[in-house]
């Protein structure tokens, strides 16, 4: 019996990040599912470029230019 249920282990896997998430929406909900954000409805749009190249300022820290709306009817990448 041992031979088949014998040598089992439990290990912790634990993933540590610092900061506060940042969450990329627009207000078209194309996709149909209803996400909801402060009682409107939103999207996930499509990340078309690397968004950490560009300007680091106070009105743009991350390119927002690499953002398009996603197809009528899909989620978005980002």
Request: hydrophobic share 35%; glycine share 12%; with cysteine.
């Amino acid at each position: 019996m041992n031979s088949v249920l014998g040598n089992w282990e439990i290990d912790v896997i634990e993933r540590l990040l610092s900061g506060f998430p940042v969450f990329i929406f627009n207000s078209v909900d194309n996709s149909g599912v209803g996400f909801n954000q402060g009682g409107n409805n939103c999207n996930r749009p499509d990340q078309v470029c690397n968004a950490d190249s560009g300007p680091k300022n106070l009105t743009e820290f991350f390119n927002t230019s690499c953002f398009a709306q996603a197809a009528p009817g899909k989620l978005g990448d980002a």
